[in-house]
């Protein structure tokens, strides 16, 4: 089973609209980790937010807010306003405990576009 | 700061020779560096995890022969792939963290290795 689920591959708006990405996760670890990065073209993974598993109040940096909702495992990632810059692959991931070993396992990423 | 760097950022070799990537954490000292692999529209996939001075854990499926990691140091792992193949072009991407209970990994910009 997909322990992280991004269901949208891609996903199109126009500037400045409001944008949802989603995550679902799935994990029997009581403590894990929840990240987002964005990947632009460029190829580089860029940190955007970590999220413990027993912080479950919302976050908003500027134009970015996340939404965790432990109860439906869901880590959802919000872009108000968007802009052009925005465009990018976005990974949702989950980190938590393997056999003694901490690994980060990515979903399948949200290509999103926005048109200008 | 945590600033990780990668070298080269883009190779290409003929296939049966070997190729040597190198990670390195610039502002901050990794216990613990791991090594991703990404083929095209596609998520990361963990290769390996690196531990300065004791040998890497490889995930199931990636041949430790096949890649070798080395971390020598605690600002410098290298992946060096043998024998190279064209099924083996690929985006390679290391990440760092300060140790292995450091919740947030750091990503270096990438090595696109392209075998002909």
């Known amino acids: 089973a997909q322990k992280v689920t991004q269901a949208q591959t891609e996903i199109s708006v126009v500037e400045k609209e409001d944008v949802t990405l989603d995550c679902v996760y799935e994990t029997r670890d009581t403590t894990y980790y929840l990240f987002w990065y964005k990947q632009p073209p460029s190829g580089e993974l860029v940190f955007l937010i970590r999220r413990n598993s027993f912080d479950e109040q919302n976050e908003i940096s500027g134009r970015y807010s996340w939404n965790f909702q432990k109860s439906t495992s869901s880590f959802n990632f919000t872009i108000t306003a968007s802009q052009v810059v925005d465009s990018a692959v976005y990974f949702c991931?989950?980190?938590?405990?393997?056999?003694?070993?901490?690994?980060?396992?990515f979903g399948t990423g949200t290509k999103l576009q926005v048109i200008p | 700061g945590a600033v990780v760097s990668q070298h080269p950022s883009r190779v290409i070799c003929k296939s049966g020779t070997s190729v040597k990537i190198e990670c390195r954490s610039l502002?901050?000292?990794?216990?613990?560096m791991f090594w991703y692999r990404q083929f095209p529209k596609q998520s990361l996939m963990l290769m390996a995890t690196?531990?300065?001075?004791?040998?890497?854990?490889?995930e199931q499926g990636v041949e430790k022969d096949k890649f070798l990691i080395n971390h020598a140091s605690l600002t410098l792992s290298t992946l060096t792939v043998t024998s190279a193949h064209p099924e083996d072009s690929s985006f390679y991407i290391c990440s760092a963290s300060l140790g292995l209970a450091e919740e947030t990994q750091y990503f270096g910009p990438g090595t696109r290795l392209l075998v002909l």
């Open positions: 690196s531990n300065e001075g004791s040998k890497a854990t490889y």
């Open positions: 991931a989950l980190r938590e405990r393997s056999g003694g070993y901490q690994k980060v396992t």
């Open positions: 502002d901050f000292q990794a216990t613990t």
